[in-house]
């Protein structure tokens, strides 16, 4: 049974720092990894999907990692904006023959960003 | 395109009564994706729907949740005779097709259960 774990739960800094998000996940049999913000109250936004044979994405100042050897993925953040502040989720598809979007999800980062 | 629309965005219920939660997915999109966030917890997988098909439940409680996706309207999820553990929020996420990996989500139905 897939599982994913985000690491930290919650992360605050001042605003201008460069900072990783880490998620780890049990089953590295996976057909991609998606990283999502959710603001509260609000729905699920898709920022990076990276698929089995790549390693990574780029998405202006956000970059996302994936070794699926070790069941690691990382969101990278670069120069951080109050803006940034949200729960960041990782999540991960274990094939497309159970339906692409049958996802596994972390518990999310809760992420802070200070003036 | 108006994206993925839940409704009501807010719904509060009595323990007992019956909620009815409602997902249209984007044009197009035939296939539709529930998922339940508890308090402080990611998202859950519940079930999973192709036009009036049911392809997979497996994230289903046993009793008291069904689903469905008829040939017309939008995708229901039903929870009958609520309890206060049903307070969570209620994603549906759509897709045109199996493989298609672009998500697409609903902005959710808060539920909550007095």
């Known amino acids: 049974k897939q599982e994913v774990t985000q690491i930290p739960a919650a992360l605050s800094v001042p605003e201008g720092e460069n900072l990783v998000l880490n998620c780890s996940f049990t089953?590295?049999?996976?057909?991609?990894l998606q990283w999502f913000r959710q603001d509260p109250g609000k729905g699920l936004t898709s920022l990076l999907l990276i698929q089995s044979s790549q390693r990574e994405q780029t998405s202006g100042r956000l970059n996302a990692s994936l070794d699926k050897s070790s069941g690691r993925s990382t969101l990278y953040i670069a120069a951080s904006q109050p803006g940034d502040s949200a729960t960041y989720l990782c999540?991960?598809?274990?094939?497309?023959?159970?339906?692409?979007?049958?996802?596994?999800f972390g518990q999310g980062t809760r992420l802070t960003i200070n003036p | 395109n108006a994206g993925v629309m839940q409704n009501p965005r807010h719904l509060v219920r009595r323990r007992g009564q019956e909620a009815r939660l409602r997902c249209s997915p984007m044009k197009g999109h035939s296939h539709v994706y529930w998922y339940r966030q508890l308090p402080e917890e990611g998202l859950k997988f519940m079930v999973y729907?192709?036009?009036?098909?049911?392809?997979?439940e497996s994230g289903m409680p046993k009793e008291r949740f069904s689903a469905e996706f008829p040939k017309e309207g939008p995708s229901i999820l039903r929870i009958q005779q609520v309890v206060r553990g049903d307070s969570a929020a209620y994603f549906c996420?759509?897709?045109?097709?199996?493989?298609?990996?672009?998500?697409?989500f609903g902005q959710g139905t808060r539920l909550t259960v007095v």
């Open positions: 089953d590295s049999a996976i057909y991609n």
């Open positions: 729907l192709q036009k009036e098909n049911i392809i997979d």
């Open positions: 999540a991960v598809s274990p094939g497309w023959r159970e339906g692409a979007q049958k996802l596994v």
């Open positions: 996420a759509s897709s045109a097709g199996k493989r298609d990996t672009e998500a697409f």
